[in-house]
């Protein structure tokens, strides 16, 4: 792609996010400042639709970037500055208002995110011990019910009944168990957790019956549905609203469903808790359906310099990328700054 493309691309992705409505070849011979005519600027639109960069959602209607043509965009063609700082002062300044504790603490920086960016604002809660799995068992009981045993770290062992959907025999549990204990023990349980749910959305039909089993059962132990412990705290889900490509009543119902249910949400926010800094999936590159409109921003945050958590942002893809990444990135360092201040 040529330099007057780039800039034309550019611009025309710089409009949309203002203005959210299709941009078409004279606005952008307007805007872009170049001494080009609208069947010039037209030609250059028709190639950026081959690319993929772009996309006419109506004959005759402008165009709109693609997912392909946010991530170009995102990754070379903006020019991202970090806060100054007053403007971290400020961020500063909310989060430590008053002294509380994490709990709250996690609270506030979700709620700040939320009112600053007008989009939602989730922080997932601290994870401050390495949670390893030595070994994992299971005992059948009655009306599809199995207690399972796990032993965590070196002595730690915990018990807990989980709810199937068929009759397990002892022996199926134990070539299940077997399974998990060669190839998970040692490993992290959050690990555990997302490499489980990536094998969930494999095509059922790939999965031979010992793998079926494997994940039906072990989704029961890892998923945390079971438990009434929050992972995450969410604000301001309802200001996706105000986003005409969000306001639609069946896509909202699935968004907000999919908060509520939290798996998959925590599947993406455990994905970036080992990132190096800041972290996105623009629309599809999430892999889940129901935030195919929307882009996630999030950035790590650490207490001693162990990563205990992940923080970040939720809104649509024509997010003003520039102004919401350095917020989460600043808002990240500063949440663990004053977790490391009330340890």
């Given at each position: 792609?040529?330099e007057?493309?780039?800039?034309?691309l550019?611009?025309?992705?710089?409009?949309?996010?203002?203005?959210?409505?299709?941009?078409?070849?004279?606005?952008?011979?307007?805007?872009?400042?170049?001494?080009?005519?609208?069947?010039?600027?037209r030609?250059?639109?028709?190639?950026?639709?081959?690319?993929?960069?772009?996309a006419?959602?109506?004959?005759?209607?402008?165009?709109?970037p693609?997912?392909?043509?946010?991530?170009l965009?995102?990754?070379?063609?903006?020019?991202?500055?970090?806060?100054?700082?007053?403007?971290?002062?400020?961020?500063?300044?909310?989060?430590?208002?008053?002294?509380?504790?994490?709990g709250?603490?996690?609270?506030?920086a979700?709620?700040?995110?939320?009112?600053?960016?007008?989009?939602?604002?989730?922080?997932?809660?601290?994870?401050?011990?390495?949670?390893?799995?030595?070994?994992?068992?299971f005992l059948?009981?009655?009306?599809?019910?199995?207690?399972?045993?796990?032993?965590?770290?070196?002595k730690?062992?915990?018990?807990?009944?989980i709810?199937?959907?068929?009759?397990?025999?002892?022996?199926?549990?134990?070539?299940?168990?077997?399974?998990?204990?060669a190839?998970?023990?040692g490993?992290?349980?959050?690990?555990?957790?997302?490499?489980?749910?990536?094998?969930?959305?494999?095509?059922?039909?790939?999965?031979?019956?010992?793998?079926m089993s494997?994940?039906?059962?072990?989704?029961?132990?890892?998923?945390?549905e079971?438990?009434?412990?929050?992972?995450y705290?969410?604000?301001?889900?309802?200001n996706?609203?105000?986003?005409?490509?969000?306001?639609?009543?069946?896509?909202?119902?699935?968004?907000?469903?999919?908060?509520?249910?939290?798996?998959?949400?925590?599947?993406?926010?455990?994905?970036c808790?080992?990132?190096?800094?800041?972290?996105?999936?623009?629309?599809?590159?999430?892999?889940?359906?129901?935030?195919?409109?929307c882009?996630?921003?999030?950035?790590?945050?650490?207490?001693?310099?162990?990563?205990?958590?992940?923080?970040?942002?939720?809104?649509p893809?024509r997010?003003?990328?520039?102004?919401?990444?350095?917020?989460?990135?600043?808002?990240a360092?500063?949440?663990?700054?004053?977790?490391?201040?009330?340890?």
């Amino acid at each position: 792609m040529n330099e007057r493309a780039q800039h034309l691309l550019r611009v025309l992705i710089d409009r949309y996010i203002r203005e959210g409505e299709p941009v078409g070849s004279r606005t952008l011979a307007r805007d872009s400042r170049l001494d080009l005519s609208p069947a010039t600027v037209r030609n250059v639109m028709s190639d950026l639709e081959e690319m993929g960069f772009v996309a006419a959602p109506h004959t005759s209607a402008g165009r709109i970037p693609t997912v392909q043509g946010y991530r170009l965009f995102v990754d070379s063609l903006l020019n991202i500055q970090p806060l100054d700082s007053v403007q971290v002062e400020q961020l500063r300044q909310e989060l430590w208002a008053e002294e509380t504790d994490s709990g709250r603490l996690i609270e506030t920086a979700s709620n700040l995110l939320s009112d600053i960016t007008r989009m939602a604002g989730v922080v997932t809660l601290p994870r401050r011990e390495h949670v390893a799995l030595r070994r994992i068992d299971f005992l059948p009981l009655s009306q599809n019910r199995i207690l399972v045993i796990l032993v965590i770290n070196e002595k730690e062992v915990q018990n807990r009944i989980i709810q199937t959907e068929r009759t397990f025999s002892a022996s199926e549990l134990e070539t299940i168990s077997n399974f998990l204990n060669a190839h998970f023990a040692g490993k992290d349980i959050h690990a555990v957790r997302t490499h489980l749910i990536d094998e969930m959305q494999q095509a059922r039909q790939d999965m031979n019956d010992l793998m079926m089993s494997v994940v039906s059962v072990a989704e029961k132990v890892f998923s945390g549905e079971d438990s009434d412990e929050e992972d995450y705290v969410l604000a301001g889900q309802t200001n996706l609203m105000q986003f005409r490509e969000l306001s639609d009543v069946e896509k909202l119902r699935e968004l907000f469903e999919a908060f509520n249910r939290k798996r998959d949400i925590l599947h993406l926010l455990d994905k970036c808790i080992c990132a190096n800094g800041v972290q996105l999936f623009i629309g599809e590159e999430s892999g889940y359906q129901v935030l195919d409109e929307c882009s996630l921003v999030t950035a790590p945050y650490s207490v001693e310099g162990e990563v205990i958590g992940v923080l970040g942002v939720i809104g649509p893809t024509r997010m003003a990328y520039d102004r919401i990444i350095p917020i989460v990135d600043a808002t990240a360092r500063l949440l663990g700054a004053a977790l490391n201040s009330r340890n």
